[in-house]
């Protein structure tokens, strides 16, 4: 599976983007999606989380409310909606698919087998 991030970009605190991830491969609707991001210096952080069914959602505390992903199997494609943006948004977000995820796992970067290679949102207060 290869992913290809888009919809990053500069956006005043407040306001919203809408992030894609586009899959290529027959197989994407059998993956699970993530998205995290990374500023310069830290760890990958998880941000939201679908089952390949779409079924089933995860957010971090810190995106809950704001976030919203979901999934689109038909056109390949994950979607990461964000609304009421903050500077601490700020961040390179990476899409990535995981055949496999049990328990608590999506929120952990080691256990996705598949990266885009990020887009970049800048959140100016």
């Known amino acids: 599976v290869q992913l290809q991030a888009s919809g990053g970009g500069l956006v005043q605190a407040g306001g919203s983007l809408r992030l894609s991830c586009a899959a290529s491969?027959?197989?994407?609707?059998?993956?699970?999606m993530g998205w995290f991001r990374q500023t310069p210096g830290e760890e990958r952080e998880f941000v939201a989380a679908?089952?390949?069914?779409?079924?089933?959602?995860y957010y971090a505390d810190s995106v809950k409310g704001r976030f919203t992903i979901s999934r689109d199997n038909a056109k390949n494609t994950v979607y990461l909606q964000m609304n009421s943006l903050k500077p601490e948004d700020t961040a390179v977000y990476y899409c990535?698919?995981?055949?496999?995820?049990?328990?608590?796992?999506?929120?952990?970067?080691?256990?996705?087998?598949?990266w885009g290679q990020g887009t970049l949102v800048t959140v100016s207060s």
């Open positions: 990535a698919a995981a055949q496999s995820l049990s328990g608590g796992s999506y929120a952990y970067a080691t256990y996705y087998d598949y």
């Open positions: 491969g027959r197989t994407f609707s059998t993956y699970n």
């Open positions: 679908i089952r390949w069914s779409g079924g089933t959602t």
